[in-house]
């Protein structure tokens, strides 16, 4: 027989930080102690953690980037959510130095799309664009008077987060700068209860990590307000993405519109390790691919003339963690097991 106790600890485990998992917990865990009470027997409530973070596979998610040319984050996005999760929102496409033209960033996403549709998978959203500036740190640094751009971005995160259920909150999966999770919460502050960022940015100081480059010196008051205000995961640990579909194995991809987008850009995937955004998407989808994350909190808040996000220093029952080691073979072939698998491309 399982106590409330019992499913006390399995959901605890499952949800190690504070914050807006914590206020969904609580109410929880009254529900499963009534339900052990009133039934008199174990039950399976399914929550138990598929890896060391608060979200997994069984999450749904929304992902932001800028250029979709130089890694494999949409692609990977797009092969989970038609194979074991987690399923896909939306995409929000943005700017940054690197890429300013939203009108080609835009375009070449709709590109991955339409091949991705044509290929059979049918459950993936075609981007929005989000245009808005860097925020900027008010005189007083008060984040709450921090002037929101209102952009499409942050709307679609609310939109979409008002969907999800209270125990399985949307994760919003970052691969650029945080400006539209951080104009979500400027606008709809009660966002923080329903999603929890997955973000690719950052690396490790002498003191502990900062919220820097890849990434992070896009827009520093963003991410000064992410990690203050929201539960979220940052994703500091890389790896040689170039070796995901090497020229040798591009015979093998798919013989659809997919594949083909595929073969024509493994040879343009920067190297670059830092460029590999799809490290957020894999440590949601598989478990094991986080083999390291700590809990952390905000150290010191970002200055006036910052150039890069907030210090982040380990402390318990913090509201993020940061991924510091990743395992990405198994990832990998969990990839290549979708890329071959008919039902991949199924229609639904």
């Not at 939203?102 to 929005?128: E, F, H, K, Q």
């Not at 691969?175 to 690719?200: E, F, H, Q």
Request: charged share 15%; glycine share 8%; aromatic share 6%.
């Amino acid at each position: 027989m399982t106590d409330s106790l019992t499913i006390t600890r399995t959901l605890s485990r499952h949800a190690p930080l504070g914050g807006a998992v914590g206020r969904v917990l609580v109410p929880l865990l009254a529900v499963s102690a009534s339900m052990v009470a009133a039934c008199g027997q174990t039950q399976d409530l399914g929550d138990t953690a598929h890896g060391l973070l608060p979200v997994d596979n069984r999450n749904t998610i929304l992902f932001t980037n800028d250029s979709s040319v130089d890694n494999w984050q949409g692609e990977y996005a797009i092969l989970f959510a038609h194979g074991n999760g987690p399923k896909l929102a939306g995409i929000i496409v943005n700017t940054s130095g690197p890429w300013p033209n939203i009108d080609d960033n835009v375009a070449g996403w709709r590109s991955l799309v339409n091949a991705a549709r044509m290929s059979g998978m049918t459950d993936v959203p075609y981007p929005v664009a989000s245009v808005g500036p860097a925020l900027v740190r008010p005189a007083n640094g008060d984040i709450d008077a921090t002037v929101p751009n209102h952009s499409e971005g942050a709307r679609l995160i609310i939109t979409a987060s008002r969907g999800a259920p209270h125990y399985r909150p949307l994760v919003v999966v970052t691969g650029g700068r945080l400006t539209d999770v951080a104009d979500a919460y400027l606008l709809d502050k009660t966002v923080v209860d329903r999603v929890i960022i997955v973000c690719s940015l950052g690396t490790a100081t002498d003191t502990g990590w900062v919220s820097g480059r890849p990434n992070g010196e896009m827009d520093p008051w963003a991410d000064t307000i992410v990690a203050s205000k929201f539960n979220f995961v940052q994703v500091s640990a890389f790896y040689d993405q170039t070796n995901d579909i090497p020229t040798a194995r591009i015979p093998d991809l798919p013989a659809n519109p997919f594949g083909q987008w595929m073969a024509t850009k493994a040879p343009n995937i920067w190297s670059d390790m830092r460029a590999a955004d799809q490290v957020g998407i894999l440590s949601v989808a598989v478990a094991g691919f986080a083999t390291t994350a700590p809990q952390v909190a905000v150290s010191a808040p970002t200055l006036a003339d910052a150039k890069v996000g907030p210090t982040l220093v380990m402390k318990a029952n913090g509201n993020g963690q940061i991924v510091t080691q990743i395992a990405p073979a198994n990832a990998v072939a969990q990839v290549w097991k979708l890329l071959g698998d008919p039902k991949t491309f199924a229609p639904r």
